[in-house]
């Protein structure tokens, strides 16, 4: 594994320790590599879904734009 050297505003060190407290993560390095791995599988998402999108466009299965159906499939994903 890699060792890198970061830094972190005040705010979000705190948050990071206090999750440790909570016997969350082992250690600060675990939880942001639990981040990173959750936003890299977002991004995954993302893309597959934007995929999707051109797909459906091209086969004309709507009259919605792209940007139309990114928006709602978002706040269908967020609640």
């Known amino acids: 594994m890699r060792r890198q050297s970061i830094s972190f505003t005040e705010p979000n060190d705190e ?3 206090n999750q440790i407290a ?9 939880l942001v590599n639990d981040l990173i791995r959750q ?6 998402q993302i893309d ?5 999108l051109e797909r459906a466009e091209k086969a004309g ?8 159906i ?10």
């Open 61 to 68: 299965f709507t009259s919605d734009s792209k940007s139309e």
């Open 22 to 30: 909570n016997k969350e993560y082992a250690s600060k390095s675990e």
């Open 48 to 52: 597959l879904i934007r995929l999707k």
């Open 39 to 44: 936003a890299r599988k977002q991004t995954n």
């Open 70 to 79: 990114l928006k709602h499939s978002k706040s269908l994903l967020n609640g």
């Open 15 to 17: 948050w990071l320790k």
